[in-house]
């Protein structure tokens, strides 16, 4: 046991029995650890235009413009928005005739998502499989719509 500090009053000190009636104060990080490790119930932010569902308010203020057309990004060229760089890059890319060519076959994609996912034909690493079947996708509406055939 530590010897007693002078600095600390005698009135502060609490009986390390009483420990369970102590308020703790709410720890800052715990909003970091996520909701589902908890067990809590998570109410996901919703687009009160289209109903779609996000996993972070952030997410939904990045769709947001697909409805307001308000866009920080315009093609010269077609007149077409975009609420993101990203989005806009690729578009510009479609113009220029850019595409991302297999290393494994001839085909050729317009982005390189596509790309990626026309890869895994070849790897066969999937990001999503049957609860059913093991059967691999790519894109989650892929697997939803199989597994309803699938049960």
């Known amino acids: 046991m530590l010897p007693p500090n002078p600095s600390i009053p005698a009135s502060a000190i609490v009986d390390p029995s009483l420990s369970d009636s102590i308020p703790t104060i709410p720890d800052p990080l715990a909003a970091h650890v996520p909701r589902r ?26 769709h947001m413009p697909r409805h307001t057309g308000n866009f920080k990004f315009w093609c010269k060229e077609c007149s077409k928005g975009f609420p993101h760089r990203q989005g806009y890059q ?33 790897t066969g690493i999937y990001v999503h499989y049957c609860q059913f079947c093991n059967q691999g996708f ?14």
């Open 90 to 122: 690729a578009h510009l890319d479609k113009h220029e005739g850019i595409t991302f060519p297999c290393q494994k076959c001839d085909k050729r994609f317009q982005t390189k998502i596509s790309l990626k996912y026309h890869q895994s034909e070849h």
């Open 138 to 151: 790519n894109r989650k509406i892929q697997l939803l719509t199989h597994e309803e055939q699938c049960r």
């Open 37 to 62: 490790t908890t067990g809590a119930t998570v109410l996901h932010p919703q687009c009160p235009l289209c109903l779609q569902t996000f996993s972070t308010p952030c997410a939904l203020r990045r």
